[in-house]
């Protein structure tokens, strides 16, 4: 009988701690302060190791488990068989995309090296792939061959024969496989482990860098990945929860509160706005998601049906590819705050096509058509009212002004 008041002054004393740990946290506007730094921070190395030690944003899109079987901080069953997790990685020169990938809105930002204090452990990177490697079907804990491709073996860079040490080579690589829908899967990542060295960390690093910057307006609409050590349960360092649209909020929400209902810590929700070009910057904010017309509805359906015929062109030549667009009536109809989600419906359905991927090296070209077809007005008919939208992936990315000068058909 005289251990239930103590046990009840300790559950007390818990409950208090926990309030002050929370009164305790830094504000959004501190976290956004960090966030900002990193992603601005252009070193080729720190003082403590590769530039990812201390520079870029390491970014983890997400999705809730369903059935509650793990929180997103902590490894996923695969993560578990394989001994690391996939990230991306960012940075403001020239490392860039479009979106955190995986059709995710939201996420969290995890702490670097040099940021991480006790408890929390720091993370490792195991390998860094200049582009979306399919980490998951590969060995060698997600850095090694790809069980997809059968007719090539991909070992870390560095131990490929000949060894793949810096940049060009890499780019040489990469694309001797321009037209293979396999191109991804058949690259190689620089090995960041131990095993190299701190100087070889630092210098796969840098390739890793200058690798990306190379081909990063042809793959805009592709994310990084780097392989990071497994964390301990709810030890990993997160810096912050993100969300990229109004559709990621609530996730990112659930996943805050899981957090500070598991472990204890308060982390901040930031927005990443991302680039829309591939020379863009990401912008990062603490506001809530723009406001929209109370009980507005989006459409169900944006793009009624969407085919490729090949035309001639009087700039782009005979056989131009063009991909014919013929929106819903909401589609025709939608404001701003819509367009995202219209050309993201398009992407999904042909990112993958022979056609889009060709000319991947125009970046933005083809959802700046669309917002023409969707702004622009021509001898008094909106374009928005056209049968059909032409879209042509082989022509340049312009600005808007530009895209409307030339009647949506840049070249």
Known sequence: MELRPHKQ??????????????AAAETCEQTLEKVERLYNNQVNECKSGPASNCSGLLIRGTHRAKNGEYDVWNPSPTAEKLGTIAASWMRADGISYEDPGMNTQNGYIIAPFDLVKKPE??????????????TDYRDDNGCGDNKNTTSTNEPVC??????IDNAQKWVAKFTQ???????????CGFNMRRSVGDQGRVDAFRHFIEARRAINTREFQTQTELRLGNPEKDKLPILAFFYSDSRGLKDAQLNQQDYLNK???HRNIVKINFPKTPNGKATFSCSSPPSTTPGK??????IASSTWVQRDDPKLGKGT??????PTACGRAIQDDET????????????DDKQWRDYSINGGSLRRQLVCHLAAVFDGKPVRDKPEWNLEPARPYVDFKTSIDMKCNPY
Do not use: I
């Open 121 to 134: 452990a720091p993370v490792h990177v195991y390998c860094a792939f200049p582009n979306d490697a399919w």
């Open 340 to 351: 995202d989600r219209m050309f993201a419906e398009l992407y999904n359905k042909h990112k």
């Open 9 to 22: 002054l300790s559950v007390a004393f818990m409950f208090l701690l926990m309030q002050t740990t929370v």
């Open 321 to 326: 590819w063009t991909l014919e667009v013929v």
């Open 177 to 187: 496989y321009n037209n293979d829908r396999a191109q991804d899967q058949r690259q």
């Open 297 to 302: 509805q989006f459409c169900d359906k944006y």
């Open 263 to 265: 472990t204890g810590n």
């Open 158 to 163: 560095q131990s490929m024969k000949p060894p």
